[in-house]
């Protein structure tokens, strides 16, 4: 597969790059209301579970949707056609050492150009890598076809996958750098894997150092940082700005993200009857002094290099 393209003749899509719990589903569902952007949330889609029993955002399940039926049936023929059992967009190979290579962290240059010659250098470990890479494009055009829209948004949030998006050139990728208050994130972590703080803090650390190595490999123009608090107080304001960054018309700003159609796979939110946008601030009354003491002390400074007091 020859994946050099023109610039002008390359796709444009839009990349949510963030820690988990910061956000990103009530982003793609706002951003998902403009004409000209179509999505199905994380492309990678991971984390899904039970097929069997999983909804779309519409409500439908998955396997009974017609959306992703169409989709299914617009990926019929290609090299690769979708599986919703395994959609094969994630960046996993068979083999360990090649799965490693691809999975492992974004870090500085010589880094990165060790792990280039080895995906070249280890059996089949570029054939899968252009695989992937393969089955995400035809996906993205099948969708668009679909949706209607120019413009692709991926929510995945996972820096070493857009490292590895960016790296093909296949795309012209613009990249959001959503930011949440860590305290928010690492309560919201907590809660879900009910694990404690001195987890959940390293865990936040190590997807903000991940991202902030990623934004060395950025273009100057390619990246818009976000701030989760703002979005939530100002929408109509933050998402016009978005649109401008994007590309796309920044007068088509449409709140009421519930009653426009959408099949967006996702955290728990996308089955919510509700268009409200109201900031989660839970962690102001669930996180004891013992816990903030410990979020303090080992992740006050980047907390405060973010904006947050």
């Known amino acids: 597969m020859n994946i050099s393209n023109t610039d002008a003749g390359k796709r444009e899509l839009v990349y949510i790059m963030s820690p988990s719990y910061s956000g990103s589903t009530l982003l793609t569902y706002l951003l998902a209301t403009h004409p000209e952007i179509s999505t199905i949330g994380e492309l990678k889609a991971t984390s899904l579970g039970d097929i069997d029993s999983y909804s779309c955002s519409c409500g439908s399940l998955l396997k009974e949707c017609p959306f992703w039926d169409s989709l299914q049936q617009g990926m019929n023929g290609r090299k690769s056609p979708l599986d ?32 280039k010659s080895a995906i070249a250098m280890l059996p089949g470990c570029n054939t899968t890598r252009l695989d992937i890479l393969d089955k995400n494009r035809h996906m993205i055009e099948v969708i668009c076809n679909l949706q209607g829209g120019r413009v692709f948004l991926d929510g995945s949030k996972d820096p070493v996958r857009l490292q590895l998006l960016n790296q ?3 795309w012209n990728i613009k990249v959001i750098n959503l930011t949440r208050d860590g305290r928010g994130v690492t309560n919201s972590f907590m809660r879900h894997y009910e694990v404690g703080m001195d987890v959940a803090v390293n865990e936040w650390l190590h997807s903000m150092t991940e991202i902030r190595r990623m934004e060395s490999y950025l ?13 939530c107080e100002e929408p109509d304001k933050v998402l016009a700005d978005i649109f401008r960054f994007i590309g796309v018309d920044d007068e088509v700003v449409n709140l009421d993200y519930r009653n426009t159609n959408h099949h967006i796979l996702g ?41 947050y007091e």
């Open 84 to 115: 919703i059992y395994h959609f094969g967009t994630n960046f996993r190979a068979d083999t360990e050492l090649c799965d490693r290579v691809l999975r492992a962290s974004v870090r500085g240059g010589l880094f990165e150009a060790v792990r």
């Open 267 to 307: 955290n728990a939110m996308r089955l919510s009857s509700t268009s409200e946008i109201r900031m989660d601030e839970k962690w102001k009354q669930s996180l004891g002094h013992e816990e903030l003491e410990t979020f303090s002390s080992l992740a006050g400074m980047v907390n405060r290099q973010l904006g």
């Open 168 to 170: 093909s050139g296949l």
């Open 219 to 231: 273009r100057p123009g390619q990246e818009m940082k976000v701030v989760y608090e703002h979005l």
